[in-house]
C-alpha cells in the first residue's frame, strides 16, 4: 500500500502556501497554492551573496542567489531555499533545532523577502483596520525594533479594531487608495505584555533564541479577514511621552515619511541599483497617496486598551487640520 501524506493549505498575505503539518492559528485556503513548503537538504555550494544582516555584531541571515532561487541562511538555526519556477521552498533546520523556531523564519523573514523578491512592495510594520470589511480603512504602525508596533497594533484590536498583520504588510499600489493585504500570522510580544493584554492565552514560544510569545487574542481571532484593506494613515512611532499622558499624533514631512518608509521597507539586496530605484518609487508612491502622521505613546502604559482606544480616536481625524505641530 502506497503512504500518502496529507498536507495543509493556508492563506498569508495573499499568498496560499501548502505545508506537510497543520498550523492551526492560520488562515485555511481552498485555491491552489503558491508555494509548497517541504524539509529537506541545503544545497552545499555557497551561491552569489546578495545581503548579509548583521545584528548585534553577528551574521543573522546571508542571502545568496543559489542555481534555480535564493538561499536564506540563518546561521546555527538552518536554511531555506526559494525556487520560483518550482514554487518549492526548501526548509533545513540545523541540528537540534526547534519546529517552531523554523516556523518563525518562514513566515516572518522569508515569506517577506521572496515577495519582495517578487517585486511586491512590503514594509516592516503592523496593521489593523477600522469600520467594517466593506468600509473599513487600514492603519499601519511603522518604527524602528523596539518602538511598540506590536503592542499598540494589538491594543487596538483588543478594544475594536481589526488585526490584520504584525511586523509584515504587503502593500499594493495598483489601486486608488493603496491597500494592505491581512497577514493573519498573530502578532509577537513579550511575555509580561502578552501577560497583559492576553491572560486567558498564554501564547507560543515564537523561537528559542528570544523570550517573545505569538498570542492570537480571542477578540482578533474572530474578526480576521482576508480581503486586502485600503490603507487610511500611515502612523510613524516616535519617542515616548511621559507616564500617564494621553497619546498624541503630530505632523510630520512627506520627506521625512518617505525616508522612514525606506528604512522599513523589506530588502533583498541594498546594493543593486534597479532594485533601489524600484523601493524608492515604491516609498514615494505610497507616501503621496496616504496621510502620513508621528505617533508618541506614553511611556509605560498601564492601561493599553484606554490609551489605544485614544489612538483610534485621534488617527480618524488625520487628514484634518487639528493635529499637534512636531515638537
Known amino acids: ?13 495573499g ?25 529537506g537538504v541545503s544545497p552545499t555550494v555557497p551561491g552569489r551573496l546578495l545581503r548579509s544582516v548583521e545584528y548585534e555584531g553577528s551574521v543573522w541571515m546571508r542571502i545568496e542567489a543559489v542555481d534555480g532561487g535564493t538561499s536564506y541562511f540563518f546561521p546555527g538555526l ?41 517585486g511586491e512592495f512590503v514594509l516592516h510594520a503592523s496593521s489593523v ?38 511586523d509584515f504588510a504587503l502593500i499594493s499600489l495598483d489601486v486608488d487608495p493603496p491597500t ?8 509577537r510580544l513579550w ?39 485600503p490603507i487610511g494613515a500611515l502612523v510613524f512611532l516616535g519617542p515616548r511621552l511621559p507616564a500617564a499622558t494621553e497619546p498624541l499624533l503630530e505632523t510630520i514631512s512627506s520627506a521625512e ?7 522599513g521597507s523589506y530588502r533583498v539586496t541594498v546594493s543593486d541599483p534597479e532594485d533601489r530605484l524600484r523601493a524608492m518609487d515604491q516609498a514615494a508612491r505610497l507616501v503621496n497617496s496616504v496621510p502620513s502622521v508621528r505617533l508618541r505613546m506614553p511611556e509605560n502604559v498601564d492601561d493599553l486598551s484606554s490609551s489605544c482606544e485614544r489612538v483610534l480616536e485621534l488617527v480618524q481625524d488625520v487628514g484634518q487640520p487639528a493635529l499637534s505641530p512636531a515638537r
Open 1 to 13: 500500500m502506497t503512504r500518502t501524506t496529507r498536507s495543509y493549505v493556508y492563506r498569508i498575505a
Open 15 to 39: 499568498v496560499v502556501i501548502e505545508v506537510p503539518g497543520p498550523l492551526p492559528s492560520l488562515v485555511p485556503a481552498d485555491s491552489p497554492a503558491d508555494l509548497v513548503i517541504g524539509w
Open 78 to 118: 538552518g536554511s531555506f531555499v526559494v525556487e520560483p519556477d518550482t514554487r518549492r521552498v526548501t526548509c533545513s533546520p540545523d541540528a537540534g533545532v526547534q519546529s517552531n523556531t523554523m516556523w518563525h523564519l518562514l513566515l516572518d523573514q522569508v515569506l517577506p523577502l521572496y515577495l519582495v523578491s517578487q
Open 129 to 166: 483596520a477600522t469600520g467594517d470589511e466593506l468600509n473599513g480603512r487600514a492603519i499601519l504602525f511603522l518604527g524602528e525594533s523596539g518602538t511598540g508596533k506590536s503592542s499598540t497594533a494589538i491594543g487596538c484590536a483588543l478594544v475594536g479594531a481589526t488585526l490584520l498583520g504584525d
Open 180 to 187: 494592505v493585504a491581512p497577514a493573519n500570522v498573530g502578532v
Open 191 to 229: 511575555e509580561e505584555i502578552a501577560a497583559a493584554v492576553s491572560p486567558d492565552d498564554p501564547g507560543a514560544p515564537v523561537a528559542e533564541f528570544t523570550s517573545k510569545v505569538r498570542i492570537f487574542p480571542s477578540a482578533a481571532r474572530s474578526r480576521a479577514v482576508t480581503d486586502p484593506q
Open 257 to 263: 515619511a518617505f525616508m522612514h518608509l525606506l528604512e
